[in-house]
T-cell receptor, first 112, second 113 residues
Framework: DAKTTQPTSMDCAEGRAANLPCNHS???????VYWYRQIHSQGPQYIIH???NNETNEMASLIITEDRKSSTLILPHATLRDTAVYYC?????????????FGQGTELSVKP | EPEVTQTPSHQVTQMGQEVILRCVPI?????FYWYRQILGQKVEFLVS????????KSEIFDDQFSVERPDGSNFTLKIRSTKLEDSAMYFC???????????FGPGTRLTVL
């Protein structure tokens, strides 16, 4: 079973920031928080990951709480193309053989 | 930008037939994975592969499934005798050593009739 809890769905207005929460209260010290998204039945697309520090890349920002029990993915200026299912996953990381266990994710709808 | 590729994009087969799904991982990656997604359901882990052997497999990955890296570039998933319930999207993923993030291919839609 997935080790994360996410809201089933969220709406966001185009151009506004989308803040997607995730709870992972049983995360282990050596597990990373990964975020992926999936548009329709396409392959999951990597967004960002972090261990304990906040991270930012060209797609998004990841805010991890100090106790690492929860995190928030921020899409700073959501567009219609950001409509997708977003998955928060905790994993050891690929070079430790860390399989990804997908939950149901959050279905984000970006509306004009 | 390097990407994982998969062929074919859609495979239709008769129940009981063997199918081979092909993947070309990112060139310097060392870890390889197969996942599947039945329509309307979650993405499920099938198997991971490293150093020419299976690292981990799920309960789904029974004796009907096998994986192989036949050469330096391809990674294949074989289903020996397909069942109706094998109909799904199959995704290949790969990750490096320094860069441990898994990158997914576009998937192969397998339809078993």
């Amino acid at each position: 079973d997935a080790k994360t809890t996410q809201p089933t769905s969220m709406d966001c207005a185009e151009g506004r920031a989308a803040n997607l929460p995730c709870n992972h209260s049983t995360i282990s010290g050596n597990e990373y928080v990964y975020w992926y998204r999936q548009i329709h039945s396409q392959g999951p697309q990597y967004i960002i990951h972090g261990l304990k520090n906040n991270e930012t890349n060209e797609m998004a920002s990841l805010i991890i709480t100090e106790d690492r029990k929860s995190s928030t993915l921020i899409l700073p200026h959501a567009t219609l193309r950001d409509t997708a299912v977003y998955y928060c996953i905790v994993s050891l990381g690929g070079n430790q053989g860390g399989k990804l266990i997908f939950g149901q994710g959050t279905e984000l709808s970006v509306k004009p | 930008e390097p990407e994982v590729t998969q062929t074919p994009s859609h495979q239709v087969t008769q129940m009981g037939q063997e199918v081979i799904l092909r993947c070309v991982p990112i060139s310097n990656h060392l870890y390889f994975y197969w996942y599947r997604q039945i329509l309307g359901q979650k993405v499920e882990f099938l198997v991971s592969f490293y150093n020419n052997e299976i690292s981990e497999k799920s309960e789904i990955f029974d004796d009907q499934f096998s994986v192989e890296r036949p050469d330096g570039s391809n990674f294949t998933l074989k289903i020996r005798s397909t069942k109706l319930e094998d109909s799904a999207m199959y995704f290949c993923a790969s990750s490096g050593y320094e860069e441990a993030t898994q990158y997914f291919g576009p998937g192969t839609r397998l339809t078993v009739l």
